[in-house]
């Protein structure tokens, strides 16, 4: 009886020993410090607070809880940052935490899984293609060579939009305009136009926005952990059916491009030729193969059409919008370049109102509105804790709004880029439409070209007669849904000539 009375107090001593020192060590163990977030709902999490628009609505959400928020979309737990401040900080000063992108599904399956540059994880394959975009496909020297393919197609827009105005016909700019830059990057790719609806090469084109609409979409199977292997919404066939398509055409170019360089042919090589010199020097340290090559000119398509030709529309619509800063601008082309010639992208540099003009439609309007990256480790940013796998937003379309930094921020007012040095290459953090840091865009220099050239041909020519009888006065500046900040009403413009183009672009 003694021994079980000695036994039974031993094991009362052990139990509660074990629960104190747990207890202690509970209390002393520090929580994770983590972003404030609104209250969640079982398995969407925060989904339905995304609606309409995710950018707009993250903004909203950060007036209440924050510059940094956390919030589940699914179960997929993510971090926004909404200021300026904390931008920076993800950005910039803990920019290697952040390198990654997430990955999601339907990117995933297009670029043969995940074979691409844009969404290749910051390891030595991402190294060696960035290496080879700065140094050979989107740098100075190519850039010039590939000057006449834009000089080209631009006139060919400005000689579309004067057989427009002879007739008094609109045009539907969000078309017009994104079969330009589609011809600008096929032709620079892969000397192909895709605007020819009825052969092979149309068919670029349909692909490019089939793609576009796909990836943009909202998956349920990356959000929602039980429908991860589900295709609830279809997606599984479209996906196939795309890369079905664009692999039967990028295969016959890319063959004819082989056939080309063994016999020799072809003076300036376009981006496709220098990639199979790439792939075929034995001496890179990285072996590109079909599917890197076939996944890049993908991702180059999709990263710089719409982009481009979204910004050109966007900044036309605020100078319909605004009468005297359209008289301002045409005044500084007529002075700078004259009536006599095309403006043209070397006439840039002289025309300093024009490029405040798209400064401030880059601000306003970002067609990358927010740049996604995913934390590779845990770690502690603006004072939070940030655990590693976290999928970041940097809300790019927010930072251009932050009344801290600018002043009435939702007034179009190019004038505010006149006095000082602020540009867009990722080193104010108030102005981030290109991104920052290592993963910035390195579409930006040639973005920038075909988005001065164009605009400033388009209003060096034409006078601009809003919508289809020409009779508005305004045109509304309503967002759309989209990755690439879209209008929610394509903008529709009667072209009046103001100077006689074609003779002009000849
Ligand atoms: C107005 C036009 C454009 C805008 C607003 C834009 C914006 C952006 C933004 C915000 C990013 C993410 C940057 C980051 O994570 O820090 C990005 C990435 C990228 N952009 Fe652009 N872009 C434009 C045009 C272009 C063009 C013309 C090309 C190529 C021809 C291009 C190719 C890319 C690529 C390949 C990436 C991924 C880079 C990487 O992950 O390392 N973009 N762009």
Redesign the pocket.
């Known amino acids: 009886m003694a021994d079980f009375q000695g036994y039974f107090i031993l094991f009362l001593i052990w139990l509660i020993s074990t629960f104190l020192i747990r207890s202690f060590f509970k209390c002393t163990r520090s929580k994770p410090h983590l972003p404030p977030s609104p209250f969640a709902l079982p398995i969407i999490g925060h989904l339905h607070l995304l609606a309409p628009i995710p950018h707009q609505a993250f903004h909203k959400i950060s007036l209440r809880y924050g510059p940094v928020i956390r919030l589940f979309l699914g179960s997929v737990p993510c971090v926004v940052a909404c200021s300026p401040e904390t931008a920076k900080e993800f ?1 910039k000063t803990y920019e290697n935490s952040f390198l990654d ?1 997430p990955q999601n599904s339907a990117v995933d399956y297009l670029t043969y899984g995940s074979k691409d ?4 994880p910051y390891g030595s394959y ?1 190294k060696f293609m ?1 290496k080879i ?1 700065m140094s050979q496909l ?1 740098n100075g020297t190519t850039l010039d060579l590939l000057l006449p393919v834009r000089h080209d197609e631009i006139n060919c827009f400005i000689k579309l939009l004067s057989q427009k105005a002879k007739v008094g016909k609109a045009v539907d700019l969000d078309g017009e305009l994104v079969k330009l ?1 589609n011809n600008v ?1 096929s032709r ?1 790719l892969m000397s192909e136009r895709c605007s020819e609806d009825e052969n092979e090469a149309g068919e670029m084109r349909k692909l490019v926005t089939e793609i576009a609409e796909i990836t943009g979409k909202f998956n349920l199977s990356d959000y929602i952990w039980f429908c991860k292997n589900l295709d609830l919404q279809g997606f599984g066939k479209r996906l196939k059916d795309i890369r079905t398509r664009f692999d039967a055409l990028i295969e016959r170019i890319m063959k004819e491009h082989e056939e080309a360089r063994k016999q020799e042919i072809g003076d300036v090589k376009d981006l496709l030729y220098i990639l199979l010199d790439i792939a075929h020097d034995e001496s890179m340290e990285i072996k590109l193969t079909r599917e890197n090559i076939k996944a890049f000119i993908l ?2 398509f999709a ?3 719409d ?2 030709a ?2 050109t529309e966007w900044a036309l619509a605020e100078l319909i919008n605004h009468p005297n800063i359209m008289i301002k601008a045409i005044e500084e082309i007529d002075q700078v370049v004259g009536k006599n010639r095309l403006l043209q992208e070397s006439d840039i540099p002289n025309l300093p109102y024009l490029q405040a003009i798209v400064k401030e439609t ?1 601000r306003l309007h ?3 509105p927010m ?3 995913q934390s590779t480790e845990d770690c502690r940013v603006a004072g939070y804790d940030i655990p590693a796998n976290t999928t970041i937003f ?1 809300n ?1 379309w927010a930072l251009g709004r932050d009344p801290n930094h600018w002043e009435n921020p939702l007034e179009f007012k190019p004038e505010r880029f006149e006095k000082n040095q602020l540009d867009v290459r ?1 080193q104010h953090f108030h102005m ?13 220099s ?3 070209h ?2 001065h050239a164009t605009l400033g041909a388009m209003i060096q020519c034409f006078e601009w007669k809003a919508g289809r009888d020409g009779n508005l006065t305004s045109v509304d500046m309503e967002e759309g849904l989209g990755i ?1 900040l879209p209008r929610a009403n394509p903008l529709v413009c009667i072209p009046v000539a103001r100077l006689d183009p074609i003779p002009l672009s000849m």
């Open positions: 950005l992108r540059f844009s969404f290749a991402w960035k975009v989107l830059t990057i620079m991702d180059i990263a710089g059409t982009t481009s979204i910004t880059l970002p067609t990358g740049i996604l990256r940097v790019v990722g981030l439409p290109f991104g920052s840091g290592r993963r910035m865009c390195p579409g930006t040639l973005a920038l075909v988005v690439t």
